[in-house]
């Protein structure tokens, strides 16, 4: 079994600036790529961020400029350095990792969410 665990959310004037954290542990064999999403009430998640194990990086539009992720391969971990927030970045973020697991099998896993909140 593969954990993800995230932290780092909360409240934030806009203007202002948070960074989450995620920590894999359990079976793994190796992490191929790293990513965040995130969702707003009434809206699809939709990808923020993502790293591959290499560290090549994509952002969607609305945070390129903003936000930066990164990695720590030998604690894989991944986080998402945010600045610049605006209301329209409030949502629950959910870290997620494709996984090469310790039997060999690639699978998609998902942390439990964080709730980021941009309000004045």
């Known amino acids: 079994q593969v954990q993800l665990v995230e932290s780092g959310g909360g409240l934030v004037q806009p203007g202002g600036s948070l960074r989450l954290s995620c920590a894999a542990s359990?079976?793994?064999?190796?992490?191929?790529?790293m990513g965040w999403y995130r969702q707003a009430p009434g809206k699809q998640r939709e990808l923020v961020a993502a790293?591959?194990?290499?560290?090549?990086?994509n952002y969607v539009n609305s945070v390129k400029g903003r936000f930066t992720i990164s990695k720590d391969n030998a604690r894989n971990t991944v986080y998402l350095q945010m600045n610049s927030l605006k209301p329209d970045d409030t949502a629950v973020y959910y870290c997620?990792?494709?996984?090469?697991?310790?039997?060999?099998?690639?699978?998609?896993?998902w942390g439990q969410g964080t709730q980021v909140t941009v309000s004045s």
């Open positions: 997620n990792a494709g996984v090469l697991t310790t039997t060999l099998r690639e699978s998609d896993y």
């Open positions: 359990g079976t793994i064999f190796r992490i191929n790529a």
């Open positions: 790293i591959t194990r290499g560290g090549t990086t």
